[in-house]
């Protein structure tokens, strides 16, 4: 962990709710919010034990909430049996949201699909049955290579009834990328596409996927949707096509109970050291956890409609396109393309279609809508809308203004969610009916949740101070273990401050009105546009480059992306320069071994790098050159400061 962590944003504004939000808010008033904070503090396991039986359908009671008998290896509602998909689904059939729009869906060439609870359970329950036919039985791991379209949720939802685990990775991701994560799941089943649409273009996904398969002999299935009807290679005995396999398939099918504890899905992260790590979450302390900060935090009623813009590849996907929204009942809105096409309205455009009341997305497409210009929003009527949320990276002030005025009207509260794919549903995050919302801030810890800024021995820091964000209680929905390996979840997450507390790599600083204020990684992940990569990977995705000795990857600013990738790097032979053409070859590299978003923005040759007397590169360093900043703090320990100087110089 990096030792300084310093605290430069100031910021005063503050905007209440409104009384007419409040009067029908599901958390109406700070002294409600306070309420349920004393509650769990009192009764921490009665807190949780209460909302999981009101909120959930369980196959069988619980009996016992929390076992913390084996930190940090908790374990939620133990004894009793769920099933996902039926609380995301049957529950939902028995009332009048049995013909409500369960998922609306546009796709980029401008199609447009409505699944009602009905027609989702009917289309779950039939693929449900071709992954029963093709031998996936309980346990077992599915891989998701999809574009975003009905048919994801519905592989999922179908993982769910079976008992099977769903492990998504992004459409965006290689092929090379694809195959890491089927080895580490051991995956018997891949259900892809033919491709998706993305800027008008197609995205070859069955072609990376074929690719992808060349090194997972074990995958003896494959299910293909036809999206875009591009030409693809289909392998007899393993491929088939989405349309046939369901054709004649019963849409009944008995869902699996399963202990609250069995892993719903796995997800892959990147982290400061190694491979990304698949991420492992639960069924039932998951769902619940999705299930209650839809409520809190999105104060979803029956009548919204609800569009949380991330694709399912990542957490906020899954977290809130798929389980919360369908959990409650809820309308929720996919989009499969990109914001700007055909126009750079086309967002605006589906809020005002679908008449949307709650939009969610990220910063960095907040801050690209910006440049774009007030024109296009302006074009649209936005006035269904009742809240907006951002999630994935800090928001800078400015961006939060243009967003509060010139799409929510003035009329919206913000919620700024922090959380993280480990903690599986937001941390800290404003009510929108309840907290008064500072731009910039996540505010306070949802209900129940024990949130602190601390220093490196583990002492809750006074206001203003920056430290490590921590969280010092287990939570129903947080990370269970990293698959495979539980002694590297031990480590990465409660390795810090003897154990007592879940570190979750963010600095923070809390004002003197307890709200957090969230200072970005304080370890060597980058979050570029939302998405984490860890240095370590594009290191040795670049290094895995004939032409490349060494390489080392740090973040810089980047005025759309939050962070840029900055990567320096030392060819073989020790020329202390490469030509443009060097520069293209080794981002496409890197796009080929993990995906586009990991391309570097920047590549600077450099024949060394700034070590340690113990041989560890010294990123801050390297940081500060790559922002162009001048270096501030200590280099005693520095090698060599020949070679720090000959960096700068040679800018
Ligand atoms: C960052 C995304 C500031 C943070 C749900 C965290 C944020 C990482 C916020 C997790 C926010 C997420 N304000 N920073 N509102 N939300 N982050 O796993 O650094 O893709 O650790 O989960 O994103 O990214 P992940």
């Known amino acids: 962990m990096s030792a300084e962590i310093e605290s430069i944003l100031h910021e005063n504004r503050v905007f209440k709710p409104s009384k007419e939000f409040s009067r029908t808010a599901r958390v109406r008033s700070m002294r409600a919010y306070r309420d349920m904070m ?191 009807g591009q030409a693809v290679a289909m392998q ?52 619940l956890g999705a299930t209650m900060t839809m409520q809190w935090v999105f104060d979803i009623q029956d009548h919204d409609t609800f569009w949380c813009t991330a694709d399912i590849g990542w957490v906020t996907g899954h977290s809130y396109v798929v389980y919360g929204p369908l959990s409650n009942g809820a309308t929720s809105v996919m989009y499969e393309g990109a914001p700007t096409t055909p126009h750079a309205g ?18 960095t497409a907040i801050r690209a809508l910006v440049k774009l210009g007030d024109e296009w929003p302006q074009k649209f009527d936005l006035s269904s809308l009742r809240i907006l949320g951002t999630v994935g990276e800090p928001i800078n002030p400015e961006a939060w203004m243009w967003y509060y005025k010139t799409i929510g009207g003035e009329r919206c509260p ?20 309840a907290t008064p919302i500072k731009p910039g801030s996540a505010t306070l810890a949802v209900p129940g949740i024990f949130a602190d800024v601390v220093d490196a021995e583990g002492n809750s820091l006074g206001p203003d101070k920056g430290g490590y ?18 002694e590297r979840y031990k480590k990465t997450y409660w390795g810090e401050f003897g154990g007592r507390y879940y570190f979750a790599g963010d600095g923070a600083r809390k004002d003197k009105d307890g709200y957090f204020w969230i200072m970005g990684r304080v370890d060597d992940v980058i979050n570029v546009a939302g998405h984490r990569l860890g240095t370590m990977e594009v290191e040795s995705a670049l290094v895995s480059h004939p032409a490349v000795a060494e390489a080392a990857v740090v973040g810089c600013p980047d005025d759309l992306k939050g962070e840029g990738i900055f990567a320096f790097v030392i060819l073989k032979g020790g020329e202390k320069s490469g030509n443009a053409a060097l520069v293209a070859t080794l981002r496409d590299h890197v796009a080929k071994e993990i995906g586009p978003i990991a391309k570097p923005d920047h590549i600077k040759f450099t024949d060394g790098l700034p070590k340690t007397r113990s041989g560890k590169i010294m990123r801050r360093l390297l940081r500060d050159i790559a922002a162009g900043r001048e270096t501030k703090g200590d280099i005693s320990t520095l090698e060599d400061s020949k070679t720090l100087e000959s960096l700068r110089h040679e800018e």
């Open 469 to 486: 964000l921590v969280v010092k209680r287990p939570w129903p929905s947080m990370i269970r273990t990293v698959h495979g390996d539980p």
């Open 414 to 433: 913000i919620v700024d969610t922090w959380w993280q794919t480990e903690t599986g549903m937001h941390m800290i995050s404003p009510l929108p009916g």
């Open 236 to 287: 007899t005995g393993r491929d088939v096509w989405w349309h046939d396999a369901v054709q004649g398939k019963s849409p009944k099918c008995a869902p699996v109970p399963v202990e609250p504890e069995h892993p719903l899905f796995i997800l892959y992260t990147s982290g400061s050291t190694g491979k990304p790590k698949g991420v492992v979450h639960s069924s039932g302390g998951y769902l």
């Open 38 to 228: 004393k509650k769990a503090e009192a009764d921490y396991p009665g807190f949780w034990g209460d909302l999981a039986r009101t909120h959930l359908e369980w196959e069988k009671p619980f009996s016992r909430v929390l076992n913390d008998s084996n930190p940090p290896f908790f374990k939620w509602f133990e004894d009793g049996l769920i099933n996902v998909s039926v609380n995301c689904l049957d529950r939902h059939l028995t009332t009048p949201r049995k013909n409500k729009a369960a998922i609306v869906w546009e796709g980029e060439p401008g199609d447009v699909r409505t699944l009602t609870y009905q027609e989702l359970a009917y289309e779950v329950g039939r693929f449900s049955n071709v992954l029963k036919e093709s031998g996936v039985v309980k346990g077992d791991r599915v891989i998701v290579y999809m574009p975003m379209v009905p048919e994801l949720p519905v592989a999922l939802l179908a993982c769910a009834r079976i008992g099977a685990t769903h492990s998504v990775v992004f459409g965006g991701f290689s092929a090379e990328a694809l195959k890491d994560r089927i080895l580490d799941a051991g995956a018997k089943i891949l259900i892809t596409a033919d491709g998706g649409w993305r800027r008008g273009q197609t995205v070859p996904l069955k072609e990376m996927a074929d690719e992808a398969l060349k090194g997972c002999p074990q995958v003896s299935h494959v299910v293909v949707l036809k999206r875009t």
């Open 346 to 363: 086309r967002l605006w455009e589906i809020v005002e279609k679908h008449s949307v009341n709650i939009f969610y997305t990220a910063p």
